[in-house]
T-cell receptor, first 110, second 115 residues
Framework: GIQVEQSPPDLILQEGANSTLRCNFS?????LQWFHQNPWGQLINLFY???GTKQNGRLSATTVATERYSLLYISSSQTTDSGVYFC????????????FGTGTRLTIIP | EPEVTQTPSHQVTQMGQEVILRCVPI?????FYWYRQILGQKVEFLVS????????KSEIFDDQFSVERPDGSNFTLKIRSTKLEDSAMYFC?????????????FGAGSRLTVL
């Protein structure tokens, strides 16, 4: 099946800093979603972005489908941004499900 | 904004007991999923369901697991005889899956603790 790798696994930043999270995948995809898992365990959908660039407030994401990676940018980090960020992809080839990466744990220090 | 609703939010059970986790997907969605996440690990696919039957299941989804859509609104996951290693967060998800509406929407999760 499709492989999804995220980097870095852990990231600790001061409040106000910017960060870039990366997601690499092994096959062509027709769906890519970024999620934020908050301290209560809820998966919050941030972006549906199989290709191109989107922005939502301090967050933006870019997927370069031909090169099989996606980036999530967080600007002016706040403590509420802390949590685990997951990338999940759906392969073009058959399987109609999302496969999750191992996540990036982001900790924002006041 | 439409939501996927899961109940219970947390359930504690004894090993060997049957557990049913319930989900109410978004009303016009046709594709339904269960995922699980063992504490500290990544989110894993369990099963997908479409047109009243299982579309795909993972190796985790063995004979102890079953899914059902008993009426037009609910989607349930049953674990027949729970084991300690079934302790996890279970997520339900749904989507419409049509052009321009391919997003999987997840519920808030049901945390299962098996003692």
């Amino acid at each position: 099946g499709i492989q999804v790798e995220q980097s870095p696994p852990d990231l600790i930043l001061q409040e106000g800093a910017n960060s870039t999270l990366r997601c690499n995948f092994s096959d062509s995809v027709n769906n890519l979603q970024w999620f934020h898992q908050n301290p209560w365990g809820q998966l919050i959908n941030l972006f549906y972005i199989p290709s191109g660039t989107k922005q939502n407030g301090r967050l933006s994401a870019t997927t370069v489908a031909t090169e099989r990676y996606s980036l999530l940018y967080i600007s002016s980090s706040q403590t509420t941004d802390s949590g685990v960020y997951f990338c999940a992809v759906e392969s073009n080839f058959g399987n109609e499900k999302l496969t999750f990466g191992t996540g990036t744990r982001l900790t924002i220090i006041p | 904004e439409p939501e996927v609703t899961q109940t219970p939010s947390h359930q504690v059970t004894q090993m060997g007991q049957e557990v049913i986790l319930r989900c109410v997907p978004i009303s016009n969605h046709l594709y339904f999923y269960w995922y699980r996440q063992i504490l500290g690990q990544k989110v894993e696919f369990l099963v997908s369901f479409y047109n009243n039957e299982i579309s795909e299941k993972s190796e985790i989804f063995d004979d102890q697991f079953s899914v059902e859509r008993p009426d037009g609104s609910n989607f349930t996951l049953k674990i027949r005889s729970t084991k300690l290693e079934d302790s996890a967060m279970y997520f339900c998800a749904s989507r419409a899956k049509r052009v321009g509406a391919n997003v999987l929407t997840f519920g808030a999760g049901s945390r299962l603790t098996v003692l």
